[in-house]
């Protein structure tokens, strides 16, 4: 499956940005999804994860409350909707998935497919 990331953009410190991460397969309603990101000089962490049901939701301690993942399977695609933005939050995010349900949403070692990436850059 290809992953297409999209949305980044500069935004001011306490702002929003709607990222989205489209499929291009149909198969995308069976796959677990996730959001990293990497800052310059930094490695890539993680943001937040969802599985393929939806049921289930996981984020970074840096930004939960602040960030909500969800997904339209209909429309093979998920979402990052991130509020509050701080200057910290600025990094590359990338979307990523997999199939299977076992191994750690945390870990990007357990992706299996990558988007290209879409800046986000907050201003203070």
């Known amino acids: 499956v290809q992953l297409q990331a999209s949305g980044g953009g500069l935004v001011q410190a306490g702002g929003s940005l709607r990222l989205s991460c489209a499929a291009s397969?149909?198969?995308?309603?069976?796959?677990?999804m996730g959001w990293f990101r990497q800052a310059p000089g930094k490695e890539r962490e993680f943001v937040a994860a969802?599985?393929?049901?939806?049921?289930?939701?996981y984020y970074a301690d840096s930004v939960k409350g602040r960030f909500t993942i969800s997904r339209d399977n209909a429309k093979n695609t998920a979402y990052l909707q991130m509020n509050s933005l701080k200057p910290e939050d600025t990094a590359v995010y990338y979307c990523?998935?997999?199939?299977?349900?076992?191994?750690?949403?945390?870990?990007?070692?357990?992706?299996?497919?990558w988007g290209q990436g879409t800046q986000v850059t907050v201003s203070s």
């Open positions: 969802i599985s393929w049901t939806g049921g289930s939701t």
């Open positions: 990523a998935g997999r199939i299977r349900d076992s191994g750690s949403y945390y870990n990007t070692q357990e992706y299996d497919y």
């Open positions: 397969e149909r198969t995308f309603s069976r796959y677990n």
